[in-house]
Structures are given as structure tokens and as C-alpha cells.
């Protein structure tokens, strides 16, 4: 049981370039969240999702695209990187009627 | 919008303190509150939570009540170890297995032996 793992753990991206961030758990959870973290802001959520073929906004949602095909997996596309967008980005799930969400190890994004 | 305020700034403190770190909170229903904690290099990890007023959450030596009278789900521990230097997150949730939670901005907690 890994839990939520993500890939890649660092990246450097030059201004205009796309990526995507990857998210899994093999927890079967329904919800999976995508959250920012930046100095003295704690986390914000970017994007949502409540279960396979179902997203939604967070309050960050500029610049981010998200899906959802499958259960396990929960990708983050940033489709012009910004350097804005230089943070580390958490995924997290969910089960429906739990309060504990788990978070993956983080991904720590550059943008040049 | 509901929101969670934190103390500002980091806490140090000598092994065997006492520790406390403030938290706040403003929203519109009854929220469930939550204390994350995050260690060097780590994700997240719930610490304790409690899920409506007067609930007290515990673990591991911590322990947080929710005062609904004050909005507030101050985090304390009676004899800090070198262990629990981390980043500690107060965050609130409305709605119940709902997966959007509000965060403080975190207060680092470096404990010295």
C-alpha cells in the first residue's frame, strides 16, 4: 500500500513550457485535491475532484488544468508555466465520510 | 469567505516546554477543525481533529478543543520534544468527507534540546 505517491519530486521549467504533475493513490479513494504551497501562505487548493469524471475550482485555479479518467489518478497539467507558478504542489485524497485526507510527498516546481 | 488565521511567526522553544500556538477561525456553518502537521521534506499529516464545539482532539502528546464561543482550536502540548520540530497547520472543513480544507499560513516549530 503506497498510499498517494507523486512524480516527479523536483522540476525546473523554463517561462512558457508544459508539464504535467502526476498523482496516484491506491487507496480507492473518491476525492483527490491539488494544493500550492508557498512561503507564509500556507496551502491553497487549485483544483478538485470528487470522483472519476467529476473536477471542480479551488481558489487557484489560473493557469492549472486537471482530469480525472480514472479513480487513481489525479494529474495536474500547467500548460504555460509561469513563474508564479514556482512552488511545491501537494495531492491529497480521500475517502467519502472521512476526515482525514493523506497527502502525497510533494512535487517542488521552479519556473525560470 | 471561511478562513483560518494563525499566530505569526516561527516558535522556538527549549525541549521539555510548554508549547502553544493560537488559531482562529471565521466561517459561515459549523466547521470541523483540524491540526496538520508537516515534518522536514514530508506531506502532510493529520494531527488531531474534532468535529463540533467542545470536542477535544488528541494525539501523540497534543491536544486542541474546539471553542466555538472564541472560534478558535488552539494547539497545545505539555513537554515538547527535539521530534516535534515541524511546520503546523490549523485547517477547518464544512462539510463532512468533503475534501476541501482552508489552512492557516503554518507556524514552524523548531524545539532545541
Known amino acids: 500500500n503506497a498510499g498517494v505517491t507523486q512524480t516527479p519530486k523536483f522540476q525546473v521549467l523554463k517561462t512558457g513550457q508544459s508539464m504535467t504533475l502526476q498523482c496516484a493513490q491506491d487507496m480507492n479513494h473518491e476525492y483527490m485535491s491539488w494544493y500550492r504551497q508557498d512561503p507564509g501562505m500556507g496551502l491553497r487548493l487549485i483544483h478538485y475532484s470528487v470522483g472519476a469524471g467529476i473536477t471542480d475550482q479551488g481558489e487557484v485555479p489560473n493557469g492549472y488544468n486537471v482530469s480525472r479518467s480514472t479513480t487513481e489518478d489525479f494529474p495536474l497539467r500547467l500548460l504555460s508555466a509561469a513563474p508564479s507558478q514556482t512552488s511545491v504542489y501537494f495531492c491529497?485524497?480521500?475517502?467519502?465520510?472521512?476526515?482525514?485526507?493523506?497527502f502525497g510527498p510533494g512535487t517542488r516546481l521552479t519556473v525560470t | 469567505g471561511d478562513s483560518v488565521t494563525q499566530m505569526e511567526g516561527p516558535v522556538t522553544l527549549s525541549e521539555e516546554a510548554f508549547l502553544t500556538i493560537n488559531c482562529t477561525y471565521t466561517a459561515t456553518g459549523y466547521p470541523s477543525l483540524f491540526w496538520y502537521v508537516q515534518y522536514p521534506g514530508e506531506g502532510l499529516q493529520l494531527l488531531l481533529k474534532?468535529?463540533?464545539?467542545?470536542d477535544k482532539g488528541s494525539n501523540k502528546g497534543f491536544e486542541a478543543t474546539y471553542r466555538k464561543e472564541t472560534t478558535s482550536f488552539h494547539l497545545e502540548k505539555g513537554s515538547v520534544q527535539v521530534s516535534d520540530s515541524a511546520v503546523y497547520f490549523c485547517a477547518l472543513t464544512l462539510y463532512y468527507g468533503n475534501n476541501r480544507l482552508a489552512f492557516g499560513k503554518g507556524n514552524q516549530v523548531v524545539v532545541i534540546p
Open positions: 491529497a485524497s480521500t475517502s467519502e465520510g472521512s476526515y482525514e485526507q493523506y
Open positions: 474534532a468535529t463540533k464545539a467542545d
